[in-house]
């Protein structure tokens, strides 16, 4: 299981992007066999990318975060895991939108690995 502290390491392999230029998501997709693998791609203000990499098997535990996260399969498939909606099934080319405070996480099946681009965007409350 990832903490929510672990969403937010920056692994000392990984250094978040310059605000410009190209950058491979593929290159970038490497594994742990303790644990998913994740990559801080991007960090700036009020928006963050990670690039989670599970290897099969492995699961992100549903968690909720105070923003939105679009996250797309960047390769393999499995299962975006979701509030009420449950295991959403998804495949390279898959977006699933998270409004703020929806739990969600992800899971690759026992066959293949998958690899998810998490883009998170600050999302303040409402006033109530």
Same mark, same amino acid.
């Given at each position: 299981?990832?903490?929510?502290? $672990?969403?937010?390491? $920056?692994?000392?392999? $990984?250094?978040?992007?310059?605000?410009?230029?190209?950058?491979?998501?593929?290159?970038?997709?490497?594994?742990?066999?303790?644990?998913?693998?994740?990559?801080?791609?991007?960090?700036?203000?009020?928006?963050?990318?990670?690039?989670?990499?599970?290897?099969?098997?492995?699961?992100?535990?549903?968690?909720?975060?105070?923003?939105?996260?679009?996250?797309?399969?960047?390769?393999?498939? /499995?299962?975006?895991?979701? /509030?009420? &909606?449950?295991?959403?099934?998804?495949?390279? /080319?898959?977006?699933?939108?998270?409004?703020? !405070?929806?739990?969600? /996480?992800?899971?690759?099946?026992? !066959? $293949? &690995?998958?690899?998810?681009?998490?883009?998170?965007?600050?999302?303040?409350?409402?006033?109530?």
């Amino acid at each position: 299981m990832i903490s929510k502290e $672990t969403l937010v390491e $920056t692994h000392p392999s $990984t250094q978040a992007a310059p605000a410009s230029g190209v950058k491979s998501l593929i290159q970038m997709i490497s594994f742990r066999d303790d644990r998913p693998n994740v990559h801080l791609v991007y960090d700036a203000p009020g928006i963050r990318a990670a690039l989670f990499c599970l290897k099969a098997g492995q699961v992100v535990e549903p968690h909720v975060a105070p923003m939105n996260v679009l996250m797309t399969v960047v390769r393999g498939h /499995g299962w975006i895991l979701m /509030g009420e &909606d449950g295991e959403l099934p998804v495949e390279a /080319g898959s977006l699933v939108a998270c409004r703020p !405070d929806e739990p969600h /996480g992800m899971r690759a099946p026992k !066959d $293949t &690995d998958l690899v998810v681009l998490a883009v998170i965007s600050a999302a303040p409350h409402p006033a109530h």
